[in-house]
């Protein structure tokens, strides 16, 4: 006879969220350390931009596909490839390949981000308040850089580069929070 009790059965994959959330806060926080003033732009940056900002959240997104799980997906790779866009929007010129974009066209990239970014922080608020936090943080975050790039008003920049810290950390410690609290089986960093 066989047996007709069910079997919970665990898909075997990993949780992708900690590799999109630290692969975007860590590329976040750099690039805010410049946008604050502390260095120039660089090759350290723009490399960060692509191949940890860029397709390591590509990366996430497609295994959060794979796990079912439609706001991870979206969330992940639109931000992997807001950062390869990004990194596009200032190699491509220097290349040769496009005009540099004028302070308009970058006001309205920007403000297309914060305005996808809005919507995404509504799904937040039936997930964590740690992730409600990143996602609060990057709409203000994409809205002050649009209005840098729409007023030529260098100080909002600044203010937003400080402003871009504090919302990179946030998915840093939302990212190492899943990973610790997975790793011990208990809450150590709590997520809210």
């Not at 297309?112 to 975050?141: D, E, P, S």
């Amino acid at each position: 006879m066989i047996p007709t009790t069910p079997v919970a059965v665990k898909d075997g994959i990993a949780n992708p969220a900690p590799l999109g959330l630290c692969a975007f806060g860590m590329t976040t926080v750099l690039l805010n350390l410049h946008n604050a003033g502390f260095f120039e732009i660089n090759s350290m940056i723009l490399v960060m931009g692509i191949f940890y900002g860029g397709l390591a959240q590509v990366i996430a997104g497609i295994i959060e596909a794979k796990k079912n799980n439609t706001f991870g997906l979206t969330a992940f790779t639109s931000y992997g490839f807001f950062w390869l866009s990004l990194v596009g929007l200032m190699v491509m010129p220097k290349l040769g390949w496009a005009t540099k974009p004028s302070e308009g066209a970058m006001c309205a990239y920007l403000a297309m981000w914060g305005i996808f970014t809005l919507f995404l922080f509504f799904g937040t608020l039936k997930l964590n308040r740690a992730l409600q936090i990143v996602f609060a943080t990057l709409v203000v975050l994409f809205f002050l850089l649009a209005a840098e790039h729409g007023t030529g008003n260098e100080a909002i920049g600044k203010f937003a580069g400080y402003e871009g810290i504090i919302c990179g950390a946030s998915a840093i410690y939302a990212g190492m929070a899943n990973v610790l609290n997975e790793v011990y089986g208990k809450t150590v960093l709590p997520l809210g």
